[in-house]
């Protein structure tokens, strides 16, 4: 449960920082960022993967690029089903969620302790 909770914030936070830098990303309040963060971790917990898997020829064909667009078509699909999330267009949504991907892996990146793999001798 801590560590859902913990993803969930890092996930709104990371949604914020992006709202304040990309143009075409606005937000009408704190409630509907985490109310977003939540539906955006719930579509890519459960609907990205089948996705992938449909598309999976297209994104062999473009040697993988095409996992941005699925991703933008998810933030923009989270903006158009939240109330106060406001996404411009599939392309402001593609650099949404490539910034949002980066922000919450440089997050994760500092929030959680590196693990060592000691060898015993």
């Known amino acids: ?11 709104t936070i990371a949604i914020l920082v992006v709202a304040h830098f990309v143009e075409g990303i606005h937000y009408n309040s704190l409630e509907s960022l985490v109310v977003a963060s939540l539906v955006f971790g719930i579509l890519n917990l459960l609907i990205r993967p089948i996705l992938i898997i449909l598309t999976l020829p297209l994104t062999l064909v473009t040697f993988g690029l095409f996992i941005f667009v699925l991703n933008g078509i998810l933030f923009y699909f989270v903006g158009a089903l939240v109330e ?21 892996w440089l997050l994760n990146k500092m929030t959680r302790p590196e693990k060592h793999i000691s060898s015993k001798r």
Do not use: R
């Open 1 to 11: 449960m801590k560590q859902f909770i913990l993803n969930w914030a890092i996930m």
């Open 84 to 104: 106060g999330i406001y996404v411009d267009s599939l392309m402001t949504a593609v650099w949404g969620a490539l910034f949002v991907s980066i922000v919450s």
